[in-house]
């Protein structure tokens, strides 16, 4: 084989390399995880949650993995729809394996359309401080959440 086939040979295996294993920036790999977290909760779906959860996962009340699917399994089971709308309001990168991310999610029984239909909906409002590593995939370690107004969104 000629070295200027060679050459183009090797550069295209390198960027099909690239393309598989570089999803973006961290930033984008994280906002691809809380879009499907969204998703999956609003699907309900606890074993697909259940994943995005480190194995040392605990939060603000010391439950672990295995209490919060408990805890979220009786959600699910007392409201019957979900929808979320998310803002995040910042990503931070702690190391090249670390970040913490602050949010904020409005959730309620009905579709959040935008920001203008939270005032029309009963819907309830958290602030979210996440520290996320990866191993892999980017998984939550770490969650704390107290109730915040409307007004976090305007």
């Excluded at 998703?39 to 779906?45: C, G, I, K, L, V």
Aim: proline letters at 2%; aromatic letters at 8%; hydrophobic letters at 45%.
């Amino acid at each position: 084989m000629k070295p200027f086939y060679r050459t183009i040979l090797i550069t295209l295996l390198l960027l099909l390399v690239q393309a598989c294993s570089d999803d973006g920036s961290p930033e984008d790999q994280i906002r691809h995880l809380i879009d499907s977290a969204v998703q999956t909760a609003e699907d309900r779906s606890l074993d697909d949650l259940n994943d995005l959860l480190h194995d040392d996962f605990i939060d603000q009340y010391g439950n672990n993995r295995r209490q919060l699917a408990r805890l979220l399994r009786a959600y699910f089971f007392r409201h019957k729809s979900l929808h979320l709308f998310v803002r995040t309001d910042s990503i931070e990168m702690l190391s090249a394996n670390q970040a913490s991310v602050s949010l904020h999610v409005a959730m309620a029984g009905t579709v959040i359309s935008d920001v203008s239909a939270l005032t029309s909906l009963s819907a309830r409002i958290y602030r979210f401080e996440l520290q996320l590593v990866k191993q892999g995939d980017w998984l939550l370690r770490h969650a704390s959440w107290e109730p915040a107004s409307i007004g976090v969104f305007e």
